[in-house]
């Protein structure tokens, strides 16, 4: 049976080490807030609610290939949005989804961004498109 977790900032290393096990991008901080999914005592799937410049970034959401089509991250994205809503009820998540993915997002409750994006994170969003990443910012309230 699978368990999902908020990791302590201590335990950020684990992640790590997931993500590189799978050639993902990105690092976990000290500062996320890092959910994953385990199975027994393995990660098989991590999300991370990164701060920036006083907003968050729905990050790093990532699932083991030979786990994925089973609910998994919807799980994930589900306890993560839950548990942060828990500590800051009214905060909005962002996240730059790929485009191929984003009518699973909408099923989520993110909205395709009609709103303007804080400076912060539309510079990056700029950035990564920059990298012919096929991404488009979305939000949740």
């Keep these: 049976m699978y368990k999902v977790e908020l990791l302590p900032a201590i335990m950020t290393p684990l ?7 799978h ?3 990105g690092r976990a901080a000290k500062h996320d807030k890092v959910s994953v999914v385990k199975d027994g005592s393995e990660i098989i799937a991590a999300c991370r609610l990164q701060p920036v410049d ?3 970034l729905l990050v790093g959401v990532y699932v083991a290939p030979q786990r994925r089509n089973q609910g998994i991250a919807k799980t994930l994205i589900e306890s993560a949005i839950k548990q942060f809503r828990s500590e800051q009820s009214r905060q909005i998540i962002y996240t730059f989804a790929y485009c191929h993915l984003s009518d699973f997002y909408l099923s989520l409750g993110f909205q395709r961004n009609s709103r303007e994006l804080p400076p912060e994170l539309a510079s990056r969003l700029s950035s ?6 096929k991404l488009m910012a979305m939000y949740y309230v």
């Design 15 to 21: 992640v790590n080490k997931f993500y590189d096990a």
């Design 23 to 25: 050639r993902v991008r």
């Design 54 to 56: 006083g907003n968050w």
């Design 128 to 133: 990564y498109l920059g990298q012919n990443r």
